[in-house]
């Protein structure tokens, strides 16, 4: 595994509606504390909540970052996010293509 490849995550984040996903992922790029972030909508989440299952349609972002800042990330996102407890799970990215995470690299230092 190469620097690039091991400096490189990407957190899941799961939010109530496009707009609410919009709205975070506008604000983790201008931040520079993510490169990129896609927003997919139409998940159909099922969860144990309050000592029962519930079910939400939900947008799922994937957001592009480095481990740098990958706290400040989490740290932003559960200041600003709609649920008392946002889905937060990063994974390292341990393959890609080399521009594309020199790219992400220097798109999170601003």
Sequence with gaps: MTAARSASVVLFCTTPSVTAARRLA????ARHLAACVSCLPGA???FWW???TDHARETVLFIKTTRGR???AMQFLKASHPYTVPEL?????VGGDTAYLTWLREACRG
């Design 50 to 52: 309050h000592g029962r």
């Design 26 to 29: 506008r604000s983790l790029v």
């Design 89 to 93: 799970i990063a994974v390292p990215i």
């Design 70 to 72: 990958l706290a400040s």
């Design 44 to 46: 159909d989440s099922y």
